[in-house]
């Protein structure tokens, strides 16, 4: 059953370390996800965005498993505002009418944790608001899984969707596409 009183943004993020304020959101990816036209659920546009850091710490680790480079990032990514803005106005023009934005991730507290602190900081609305669905958790109560069993790769056998090419795990756009399949398979059971 699809809701017609949401338009779903799968997002994820790529940062540069664990916590927002400390460490910066570096790389944004997000898709559409919306009924078509008989109803079933679809992927529709996409948006990826490179951010350039500009908080005061950068974890080896984390950079490790995102694969960017700070360097580039800090020469060629968008200043922060000018991303959050282009977002926000994405959102504003590929929400359909009469629905609402929501905020999708897998694991979203920690996505949605940078999204919003980013607005915040930079005195901008938050075109999500304050809430958003987390797959893990709609997978546990779907799917009658504990939370440890809420990983993509146990998610991929049990929703019968192709596991995540490795080689492309951890880019944010190929994330938020990924996590856009979890998500319609969770809401059409």
């Known amino acids: 059953m699809t809701e017609s009183r949401a338009t779903y943004y799968s997002l994820d993020i790529e940062c540069s370390g664990p916590v927002p304020a400390i460490y910066d959101m570096i790389s944004l990816g997000v898709v559409v996800v919306a009924p078509d036209d008989q ?3 679809q992927t529709g546009e996409s948006l990826y965005l490179e951010l350039a ?3 005061p710490k950068v974890d080896p680790g984390a950079m490790k498993v995102n694969g960017l480079d700070i ?3 800090r020469r060629e990514g968008l200043p922060r505002r000018d991303a959050l803005i282009q977002l926000a106005e994405w959102v504003r023009t590929t929400t359909r009418p009469g629905t609402k934005p929501v905020f999708v991730g897998h694991n979203a507290p920690f996505d949605w944790s940078f999204v919003a602190w980013c607005y915040a900081a930079e005195e ?3 075109p999500f608001g304050y809430k958003a669905l987390d797959t893990k958790a709609l997978a546990a109560g779907r799917l009658h899984l504990h939370w440890f069993d809420t990983g993509k790769e146990n ?3 049990i929703l019968g969707i ?3 090419d ?3 795990k951890h880019r944010a756009d190929y994330d938020a596409m990924y996590q856009a399949q979890i998500l319609i398979r969770l809401l059409e059971r």
């Open 39 to 41: 109803g079933k659920l």
């Open 53 to 55: 850091p500009q908080g």
């Open 71 to 73: 360097e580039r990032l």
């Open 124 to 126: 901008l609305p938050n």
């Open 155 to 157: 998610l991929d056998t």
């Open 162 to 164: 192709p596991p995540e």
């Open 166 to 168: 490795l080689t492309l």
